[in-house]
Nanobody
Framework: QVQLVESGGGLVQAGGSLRLSCAASGSIFSINAMGWYRQAPGKQRELVAV???????KYADSVKGRFTISRDNAKNTVYLQMNSLKPEDTAVYYCNADITDSASFPKFSTYWGQGTQVTVSS
C-alpha cells in the first residue's frame, strides 16, 4: 500500500512563511506528477501547484510569485514553500501524486494525503 504523509502546516501571521512536506512510501515503482491542492471551508478543492517528474511546474494564479513547489525524487517527497502568506490562503492543504506501485503496475494510481491545516491570521 502507498501512503502520502504531509507535515508542516500550522498557524502563521499574514506575511509569514510555511513549508509543507509530503512523503510517499510503500511499494513504489515510479512517481509521475506530484501536486498540492487546498480546500477552504465552504469552497471546492482547488489546485495550488503541480510538478512533473522532470521538474516542470504549474501554479494557480493566486499563488504565483509567492509559493514554490519542489521535489526530491530520491526521497519520494514533494515540498511547498509558502511565502508572503495571506488570510485567504487559509485552508486544508492536500498533497497528491500519480504513482505506479505494485498494485497498479504498469499503470499509475492517484493517491492523496490526509491533509494539513494552514491558518493565516490577519
Amino acid at each position: 500500500q502507498v501512503q502520502l504523509v504531509e507535515s508542516g502546516g500550522g498557524l502563521v501571521q499574514a506575511g509569514g512563511s510555511l513549508r509543507l512536506s509530503c512523503a510517499a512510501s510503500g511499494s513504489i515503482f515510479s512517481i509521475n506528477a506530484m501536486g498540492w491542492y487546498r480546500q477552504a471551508p465552504g469552497k471546492q478543492r482547488e489546485l495550488v501547484a503541480v510538478i512533473t517528474s522532470n521538474g516542470s511546474t504549474k501554479y494557480a494564479d493566486s499563488v504565483k510569485g509567492r509559493f514554490t513547489i519542489s521535489r526530491d525524487n530520491a526521497k519520494n517527497t514533494v515540498y511547498l514553500q509558502m511565502n508572503s502568506l495571506k488570510p485567504e490562503d487559509t485552508a486544508v492543504y492536500y498533497c497528491n501524486a500519480d504513482i505506479t506501485d505494485s498494485a497498479s503496475f504498469p499503470k499509475f494510481s492517484t493517491y492523496w494525503g490526509q491533509g494539513t491545516q494552514v491558518t493565516v491570521s490577519s
